[in-house]
Every structure is written in structure tokens, then in C-alpha cells.
């Protein structure tokens, strides 16, 4: 829906967002924002705000909420008392009275902020800023980047980039800019987080349950469409949006293949809801660049799949999707901050290039679990939970370029990406978590939260070969089922060989 551009010197629009956008609007001396629809702004007599991106505020008034804050705005208070209360994937920018302006994004940083102290500028696009097109990349931060792919997602660890003048905002920060001289100054906060286990499942369901129907339930009166895929993650949320939104239209993407078995799964899905489907098919010749420019090549090129959908966000008010349920939900396999460094250096020590990357790869980790321990304050200190933190963040990291994506043309929902969801997801006691060799428990608390909201939709297959509902004497059966569909199905799987390399679009940060 809009993406933000700030320079102190008098520059000419960037050339991805002359192309993408065909409003634009200042927000303070230098500062842009960018748009094909109108853009949020709320006015006081103090400070104003524009918010880019999708938000909502659960069981408040959202209008009467950024109203109170800006009347009375102060930065150390007001900022992090935003980031905790406005739900969704957004960039915030204050500008107040007294010649500051104040930028924001989501507690997840799922919309991204890029900065270059020296430049004075600043844009929620690395592809946007000047430095880009320098040819100074940083050798470190390719294997880096190629370490972190072969480890969890391809990133960047803490503030840095592979352009050294370029930095991007972490979790609990904001940029402060001064008007007059165009001096940028990044400051911290600290929130707290809820980590407290209740004694049952049935509780944390029911939390859960909760969240998702207040978010999806603010957007209940617009024209909306849920992604649906043959997974879980996606499931759930279409299922509730659903049951809260009467003007709801499911969407996937495909490769124009009538067999693929998503579509299939959620066609099954669409009939029992009685909901229409919109199927979008993906031309790679026609996608290919626009999803360079989209995503700053950020993203792995295999999800070039969802560019058709990209171009028609702009047919909804605004579309929900399943980003990061499967992480905050499922059990990781590292108990300690110890644990998964010892792993991921493992991992990143094939691609070795000597010149202490090793050392600087491990700093880098530690400097990551440091930031995340001294600016989330957790209500019991749990090495774990740090753990399954600093897994949310780099997913959501991760996933920001397509959601940003997404942004450009509508407005995108991500429920389970937010503060919130995060929070009661650490709630969830290790006992009631699983990987998938486990079916009982694997994904057992959205499992409960599907039963509840429909039992018909959590008996479709799925692509993980079970149902989506807990075990039990009727669904037991299913899962054996399932168990043996599954071996059948790797046993005949073939590598698929696709018309590109999937991570072709890393190549100019990483060579």
C-alpha cells in the first residue's frame, strides 16, 4: 500500500518507487511517503502520524488510541507503548511539533527499515536508497548471508548489511531524525513479554483462539481475501476469517499445474467453508523482474509463484495470510543460545572462507541473543524461550520482503506476526509442543483452536499427511493413514526440476 523515502538533500524519487507508485506525499522536510491508495494519517494538535502498511489495535479503538498517544506524545514513552498496542506488519513515522520526526515498524520488523547515518537517508526499501548502487559490498556480510541460508533463512545478523554504509533497525528501535540538520540518531526501547506456561492446553487455546478472532475481527466489515495453501498455518486462518468476515474470498498460487496437490487441498477446503477461490498462475517470463524489483532480491525465487497474487492485492480492502504459525507453534530442537550457535557454526564452517568469518559469524550470533535478552523483558527468565525468540525474529526478518511485497499494491494481514500472538505462543508449555515425528503433539494448540472453529475443515488432508485436528479415536485412524501416504509419496518423489535457480535473486548481495 505505500512504502516511506526520507533524504535531508533535495533528491530525485527513487527509481523503484517512480515506478511502483503513483502518489506520494510529505510527511515532514524530506520525508515521503509513497502510495497507490490514501494513506493513514492521524493529526493532533502535539504530533502527527502516517502508518504504512496494515494495522489494527485489538479491543480498542484505533482512531481513539493514536489520538490519545499523539496528543500526548513523548518518544521514550510513546514509541514502545505503539509497538506493543498497534497490531500488524507497518511502519509508523511521528512527526512532531518541536521539528523531530520519529520511525517505527512492527515489533517483529516485518516491515523493514533501511538507514545510512552518513547519507541522511533513510527508506523502508534497501533498494530505494543510494547506496545500492555502490559496488562496495562487503565480502563478511555474502558469507554471512550464505551462511544464515544454509542455517535457517538467508539474512543478515544484527543491524549491518552487505552495503557498509547501510544499517536496518532491530526489534525495540526507532529512528529519531532531526528535521534541520537531517542527523539520523537510532534509539532503544525495552518491552515486556508475558512468558508465564498456564496449566493446560485447553488454556492456551483458548488465549490463542482469542487473539486471532479479535485481529481478523477488526477487519469484519471489509472485502477481504485469506490465502490458502494445502498446509496448516494458512488453514486456520482462513477458516476464522471465514467465520468473522462475511465478504471473504480465498486465493492461491500456483504454476498452472491442476494437479498441484495445494490446489487441490484447498479447493476441499473453499467447498466446505462455501467460500470462492481465486487462483492466480504464475508466468515466470512475465513475473520474473517485477519480483527482483519487488522484493530488492531478497527473497528466494521459487516464491516468485506469488507475483500474480502481488499485482491483485488491490482487489480486496485487505488479505490475510499464515506467516510464522508454524514456528511459534512447533518445538525447536535447540534448548540453549549455546546449542544452536554450536549448530549453526557447524553449518556455516562448509562454506568457510578463513579470514576469521568463522569468529565474526559466532560474534555476530552471540550480539544477536544479547540484543534480543536486554530489550525483551521476560516475566520468567527462560533460555528457551530466548531461544525460540531469536527463531521468531530472523523468520519474521525473513519474511519481510514478501509481505512488504504485498503491501505495494493493497493491504496484508500476517495474525500470527505479531506481538500478541508472539507472546502467547510463549505461553505454551514444551510438553504440549512436538515435531512432526510426533503427531500427537506436533502443532497440537492451533490444532485445538481448529477444532473448535471447525471440525469438517481440520478433517481435510493436508500436505503434512494428517488431519488437522488433535488425536483421538476418530482421527487416529487418519493419521496411520496419513503415515502411509506420506512413505508412498517421498518414495515416488522425484527432484523437481525447475526453469531457475532458487536463489538466483541473492546474487547481487552475495557475489
Not at 91 to 101: R, Y
Not at 188 to 215: Q, W
Not at 380 to 391: A, G, K, P, T
Not at 464 to 493: D, E, M, N, Q
Request: charged share 25%; aromatic share 14%.
Amino acid at each position: 500500500m505505500a512504502d516511506f523515502f526520507y533524504s535531508f538533500q533535495e533528491k530525485a524519487v527513487p527509481k523503484k518507487f517512480s515506478e511502483l507508485y503513483r502518489h506520494q506525499k510529505a510527511a515532514s522536510k524530506g520525508l515521503t511517503v509513497f502510495s497507490n491508495y490514501e494513506v493513514e494519517e492521524y493529526i493532533s494538535q502535539k504530533a502527527t502520524a502516517f502508518i504504512i502498511g496494515t494495522s489494527t489495535v485489538v479491543g480498542k479503538d484505533k482512531g481513539l488510541f493514536l489520538s490519545g498517544v499523539l496528543s500526548t506524545f513523548n518518544p521514550e514513552k510513546s514509541m514502545p507503548t505503539l509497538q506493543r498496542t498497534l497490531v500488524g506488519q507497518y511502519v509508523i513515522i511521528v512527526v512532531t511539533d518541536d521539528g523531530k520526526s520519529y520511525i517505527q515498524s512492527d515489533f517483529l520488523n516485518v516491515r523493514s527499515i533501511y538507514f545510512d547515518v552518513k547519507a541522511k537517508q533513510a527508506a523502508s526499501s534497501i533498494g530505494a536508497l543510494d547506496a545500492i548502487s555502490a559496488d562496495n559490498k562487503d565480502p563478511y556480510k555474502a558469507f554471512e548471508f550464505r551462511a544464515m541460508r544454509g542455517c535457517l533463512y538467508p539474512q543478515w545478523l544484527g543491524s549491518t548489511t552487505a552495503l557498509p554504509s547501510v544499517s536496518k533497525l532491530r526489534t525495540c528501535q526507532y529512528l529519531e531524525i532531526d528535521n534541520a540538520s537531517g542527523e539520523i540518531a537510532v534509539r532503544d526501547t525495552v518491552l515486556k513479554m508475558d512468558n508465564t506456561k498456564p496449566a493446560t492446553p485447553e488454556k492456551n487455546a483458548f488465549i490463542c483462539t482469542g487473539i486471532l478472532r479479535s485481529i481478523i475481527g477488526s477487519f469484519s466489515n471489509y472485502h477481504a481475501a485469506s490465502t490458502i495453501t494445502g498446509g496448516y498455518d494458512s488453514r486456520i486462518i482462513s477458516t476464522i476469517c471465514s467465520r468473522k468476515i462475511d465478504n471473504l474470498t480465498l486465493r492461491i498460487s500456483t504454476f498452472g499445474d491442476p494437479g498441484f496437490k495445494d490446489l487441490k487441498i484447498a479447493r476441499k477446503v473453499a467447498r466446505v467453508l462455501g467460500r470462492k477461490i481465486a487462483v492466480y498462475t504464475a508466468d515466470l517470463k512475465r513475473d520474473s523482474d517485477d519480483f527482483f524489483n519487488y522484493t530488492d532480491g531478497l527473497t528466494p525465487f521459487e516464491n516468485c509463484i506469488v507475483t500474480s497474487m502481488m499485482y491483485r492485492t488491490g482487489d480486496f480492502a485487505v488479505g490475510f495470510g499464515g506467516t510464522l504459525g508454524t514456528e511459534i507453534f512447533s518445538t525447536l530442537r535447540y534448548v540453549t543460545r549455546d546449542e544452536l550457535i554450536d549448530s549453526f557454526r557447524s553449518i556455516a564452517s562448509k562454506d568457510d572462507a578463513g579470514n576469521g568469518y568463522m569468529e565474526r559469524f559466532e560474534e555476530a550470533l552471540r550480539d544477536e541473543f544479547a540484543h534480543i535478552a536486554s530489550h525483551i523483558k521476560l516475566a520468567v527468565n527462560e533460555e528457551r524461550d530466548i531461544v525460540r525468540l531469536f527463531w521468531t525474529f530472523a523468520t519474521a526478518r525473513f519474511s519481510s520482503p514478501i509481505v512488504s511485497a504485498f503491501d505495494i499494491n493493497g493491504h496484508q494481514m500476517e495474525p500470527f506476526a505479531t506481538f500478541p500472538m508472539v507472546e502467547a505462543a510463549l505461553g505454551i508449555s514444551y510438553d504440549y509442543q512436538g515435531d512432526q515425528k510426533t503427531h500427537g503433539r506436533f502443532y497440537l494448540i492451533p490444532k485445538m483452536i481448529m477444532k473448535e472453529v471447525s471440525t469438517r475443515v481440520g478433517m481435510i488432508d493436508s500436505t503434512h499427511f494428517a488431519p488437522f485436528l488433535p488425536v483421538s479415536f476418530f482421527t487416529f485412524p487418519l493419521y496411520v493413514i496419513g503415515k502411509l501416504k506420506a512413505k508412498c509419496y517421498y518414495r515416488k518423489l522425484k527432484p523437481r526440476e525447475l526453469p531457475f535457480v532458487w536463489d538466483a535473486g541473492y546474487r547481487k548481495y552475495y557475489e
